[in-house]
């Protein structure tokens, strides 16, 4: 069945980066568009970017434009999301989406941007 892991959260001060990473298996990797979302508990998903099938095509909303960075490498199923001048407002549980809204997601992992 699909399955989408995702790592590299943690806590960071603002201004900080990470590297989150999102492996795929269940299907064929290569083949989807692939997403980056993010939730703040309660409160609703919130695209974060978007990167086509053979990535050369990427998406950002402003408020992490210019900051984030997707990509992926289909040879090891991998996607990543690099994060720079990170802000206390980023903080969330960021998850590896097969579309949007996530209806197909991972588990998450927690980014926590705080001085």
């Known amino acids: 069945q699909v399955q989408l892991v995702e790592s590299g959260g943690g806590l960071v001060q603002p201004g900080g980066s990470l590297r989150l990473s999102c492996v795929a298996s269940?299907?064929?990797?290569?083949?989807?568009?692939m997403y980056w979302i993010r939730q703040r508990p309660g409160e609703d998903v919130e695209w974060v970017s978007e990167?086509?099938?053979?990535?050369?095509?990427?998406e950002y909303p402003d408020s992490v434009k210019g900051r984030f960075t997707i990509s992926r490498d289909n040879a090891m199923n991998t996607m990543y999301l690099d994060m720079n001048n990170l802000k206390p407002e980023d903080t969330a549980l960021y998850y590896c989406?097969?579309?949007?809204?996530?209806?197909?997601r991972g588990r998450g992992t927690q980014v926590t941007v705080s001085s």
């Open positions: 989406a097969r579309d949007r809204r996530g209806t197909i």
């Open positions: 269940g299907f064929t990797f290569k083949h989807y568009y």
């Open positions: 990167i086509s099938a053979l990535g050369s095509t990427t």
